[in-house]
Nanobody
Framework: VQLQASGGGLVQAGGSLRLSCAGS????????MGWFRQAPGKAREFVAR????????YYADSVKGRFTISRDGAKKMFYLQMNSLKPEDTAVYYC???????????????WGQGTLVTVSS
């Protein structure tokens, strides 16, 4: 499995960005697609996940109502639309896949390279 994340950048607080993750070589063990983030000096944390087939979503409380995860099965892409961005959203964002629904980093077995999101105040 290969995942390629893109779409990061610099944005002012209150602005929006859309991250994309292109997947290739996906198998039956890639049932859930997740986004995680890691701020400088902090542990990697769960942001959102989506069930690849059913489309059910789940969000961390810190982003609920501001971020939306989605997928395009035909294109093997999934996305993270981020609105009302805050300086505390600044982090490297990673896409990843897992076999089961989880918010735990170690349950995700394939990872993209990360894309930096910087939110200025």
């Amino acid at each position: 499995v290969q995942l390629q994340a893109s779409g990061g950048g610099l944005v002012q607080a209150g602005g929006s960005l859309r991250l994309s993750c292109a997947g290739s070589g996906l198998t039956t063990s890639d049932n859930f697609m997740g986004w995680f983030r890691q701020a400088p000096g902090k542990a990697r944390e769960f942001v959102a996940r989506i069930a690849w087939r059913a489309g059910r979503t789940y969000y961390a409380d810190s982003v609920k109502g501001r971020f939306t995860i989605s997928r395009d099965g035909a294109k093997k892409m999934f996305y993270l639309q981020m609105n009302s961005l805050k300086p505390e959203d600044t982090a490297v964002y990673y896409c990843a896949t897992a076999a089961w629904a989880s918010a735990v980093v170690s349950d995700y077995h394939s990872w993209g390279q990360g894309t930096l999101v910087t939110v200025s105040s």
